[in-house]
């Protein structure tokens, strides 16, 4: 039996192998970890698909891979069962239909390189995805005359200019000694450089993309969250000794994003060209950060259809994970609308920059005990309230200020009247 690269999530058609758990001639049972590998969304684990002998690997560590790709051969003596031959037809079918996205995505990067000219002066051609690198990389067309490229017809393949990225690393000083030569304030031995890992280059990659994409605009507004700040102390030991599970006021920011979104389908969108799909499935990301400083956003799908003890559920079971490097790719891809709380760090609040290919992101600020201005029919007065702040950033191209300020003002409403849904 030949075990494949399965399809991985939304946008990933390959993966590189960072360390095989087994070798050649070693048993393995159904569903034993084999190899773990990283893709540009999450590093995870390959399990066996039956049981039976490793009789050879085929993918060596280091390698990468194509989904679809055979890795290594298992031989288990066992007749495939009908059963078994319609799982691998679905597995052929997801393989399908991510190389489907992954089109969507070189289309993306077409746009992103598309007043980049496709051949460099002397006509060698270039990729949509090698334009895009050299974008982001700042490299020449002289440059990239110079690549002797080793694909079909001497095309410049992605290997080719990266080869060109580490070759120039190597022959360049890094900026902070040029600083150091031309001005002598700053030694080499006074500051560290430190590379930034796999994970981290992604992010920084995703980032700079977003906001070449969108034209960002961002609202705030404060919300009076005294009633569901109370409820919650109320009841969180409660829940916890019901139900096991911490309450925390992440889903409870879910809860109220997803009950807006039904609202307001309009900020649940993503732009394709000239078009606007409208998305059917409310999933809403919750921006994580790991024990390494990295960050990840975890995807609680279909919120809209899970109550505060469900979205409380998957909120921690996501949270634990994410920690302890145990997402799957599946889970932080499809997202539809994602939530960063900057009060987890007593921030008041911030700017986040859209997680493409959505619309717009909610930050959810500190929410701290202030003077306000109650309004009571015998006048006015002031109280101490619980005050938040609440941020909407929004691609300015398809969401215009009324209606993200109609969508913020909801949410504002969900959380200063709270009535959660338990069961």
């Known amino acids: 039996m030949n075990i494949i690269l399965p399809a991985m999530g939304e946008g990933v058609i390959e993966a590189t192998i960072n360390k095989w758990l087994v070798k050649a001639g070693d048993e393995v049972r159904e569903d034993d970890p084999l190899v773990e590998v990283a893709t540009d969304k999450v590093d995870s684990e390959i399990p066996a698909p039956s ?40 597995e052929v079918e997801r393989i399908r239909e991510t190389i489907d996205s992954d089109r969507k995505e070189k289309k993306d990067e077409f746009v ?5 000219k496709s051949r460099t002066p002397s006509g060698k ?14 490299i020449s067309y002289t440059e990239l005359d110079k690549i002797s490229g080793t694909g079909m017809d001497g095309r410049i393949t992605r290997d080719d200019i990266l080869r060109l990225l580490e070759e120039k690393k190597k022959v360049s000083p890094a900026p902070v000694m040029e600083e150091a030569k031309v001005t002598g304030k700053v030694s080499a031995g006074e500051d560290e450089v430190i590379e930034m890992d796999r994970v981290r280059k992604l992010i920084a990659d995703h980032m700079v993309m977003s906001k ?33 599970q911490k309450l925390t006021l992440t889903p409870i920011f879910i809860d109220a994003a997803a009950r807006a979104l039904q609202d307001f389908p309009l ?80 921030n008041l609040s911030g700017t986040p920059i859209i997680n493409q290919p959505q619309a717009a992101i909610l930050g959810t600020g500190a929410v701290r005990k202030m003077p306000a201005v109650i309004e009571t029919p015998d006048g006015d007065v002031i109280g101490i309230r ?31 009247n709270y009535t959660p849904d338990l069961l």
Do not use: C
């Not at 051609?125 to 700042?138: K, T």
């Not at 919650?232 to 139900?243: D, S, V, Y």
């Open 212 to 244: 070449r994409t969108s034209p960002h605009v961002t609202s705030f507004i404060d919300a009076d969250v005294t009633r569901m700040v109370n409820w919650r102390n109320g009841i969180k030991e409660k829940f916890l000794a019901a139900q096991g």
């Open 125 to 138: 051609f270039l990729s949509p995805l090698v334009r895009n690198i050299a974008v982001q990389e700042a």
């Open 267 to 346: 900020i649940n969108v993503s732009v394709d060209g000239n078009s606007i799909i409208k998305r059917k499935n409310i999933n809403i990301g919750m921006a994580a950060a790991l024990p390494d400083g990295n960050l990840i956003v975890p995807v609680i799908k279909n919120a809209n259809e899970k109550n505060l003890t469900g979205l409380a559920r998957a909120v921690n079971d996501l949270a634990e994970r994410a920690r302890n490097n145990k997402l799957k790719p599946d889970e932080i891809t499809g997202g539809t609308f994602t939530i960063t709380n900057f009060g987890t760090y007593n």
């Open 112 to 116: 992103v390189t598309r007043e980049m």
């Open 386 to 416: 619980h005050i938040m702040i609440l941020s909407l950033s929004y691609d300015h191209r398809i969401i215009d200020g009324a209606l993200a300020g109609k969508f913020l003002n909801r949410i504002k409403d969900i959380l200063e």
């Open 51 to 90: 049981s039976g002998i490793i009789s050879e690997i085929k993918a060596a560590e280091g390698s990468l891979v194509k989904v679809g790709d055979t890795i290594a051969i298992l031989e288990n003596n066992v007749e495939v069962q009908p059963e078994v031959a319609l799982k691998i037809e679905k």
